[in-house]
């Protein structure tokens, strides 16, 4: 499967790998698959990183790069993460005043209580490095938003 890569994408990978590879020893701790696959511009659910090798907790495992490189090759293939037109659609159901707005608690709820559930403290990291300001009414525009959560070009 990473025979299938184009050379630009195994340097990339290489490239994400090695800011991962904290002590220099060629290796990743497995628990850092999801945040390496992320920083390729990849979307991958924890169970499917899971599937691919990841683990829960640090230290249980350690991969070099030709081992991540099928685990990298196999998930970019994968057509189940999100786009950015997907997750637009998505939001689009919360836009009551269908004027590109939507509630800030629906999308804390839905983020908290939906699909991979996050925590607070991951919601509001999220919020502090991708949200405008909410308006008097407690409505954010959701666009902006999301362009910046899925680091889409305007």
């Known amino acids: 499967m990473a025979d299938k890569l184009k050379d630009q994408d195994i340097e990339n990978a290489e490239f994400a790998f090695g800011i991962y590879d904290c002590d220099g020893s060629g290796k990743i701790d497995a628990y850092d698959i999801p945040d390496v696959l992320r920083a390729l511009n990849l979307n ?38 999100g786009s950015y037109e997907d997750f637009m659609e998505c939001l689009k159901l919360y836009d009551k005043q269908e004027n590109g707005t939507m509630l800030i608690a629906e999308l804390e709820h839905s983020l908290k209580a939906l699909g991979e559930k996050l925590s607070d403290d991951e919601v509001t990291e999220l919020f502090a490095d991708c949200m405008d300001p909410e308006d008097d009414e407690g409505n954010i525009f959701y666009a902006p938003f999301l362009r910046r959560m899925c680091d889409v070009k305007e």
């Open 44 to 81: 991958p659910t924890l169970e499917l990183c899971e599937k691919m090798g990841a683990t829960k907790k640090r230290g249980e495992k350690k991969l070099t790069v030709e081992e991540f490189l099928p685990i990298f090759a196999q998930v970019k293939a994968t057509k189940e993460q």
